[in-house]
């Protein structure tokens, strides 16, 4: 099953698997992201297109890496002016790993476990805050 989905302006034809590089998207190494954009899904001659896009179909992806891309220099010159400008651009891109295709509004697997994973963040303790106002206290015997 195959389905191309649109991300960072550009459409990318993907399977089960694959790995794939695609523009930034927010997440860290480990995260899941879905692309809800979903031109066509199917497989082989059953392929369903949308119009734009397909209802109910979601595709779902673990962000292996982020990283910037290889540099692109911009050279201009204008010449027997004296006048040339460089400039570099480096792209950050995510390197993704697709997991799952889904169709007909199917719930993704390996999400919920990773929110529940990140829904109980630990809280410092409030003893660091206590300490401030013994200095205090200490400026102004001192004095």
Known sequence: ???????????????????????????????IVEFAEVLVV???????????VVEGALVTAEVVEQGRGAKVIAF??????????????RQELTTVRISEILTNGEKPKKAATKVEAKA????????????????????????
């Open 1 to 31: 099953m195959f389905a191309v989905i649109k991300t960072g302006g550009k459409q990318y034809r993907v399977a089960a698997n694959d790995l794939l590089k695609v523009e930034k998207v927010a997440g860290e190494a480990g995260d």
């Open 120 to 143: 109980a963040p630990k809280r410092k303790k409030t003893a660091e805050k206590k300490a401030a106002p013994k200095k205090a206290a200490a400026r102004k015997s001192a004095k």
């Open 76 to 89: 201009k010159k204008r010449r027997r002016q004296n006048s040339k400008r460089t400039r570099g651009h």
């Open 42 to 52: 199917g497989k082989g001659a059953d392929a369903t297109f949308g119009a734009p």
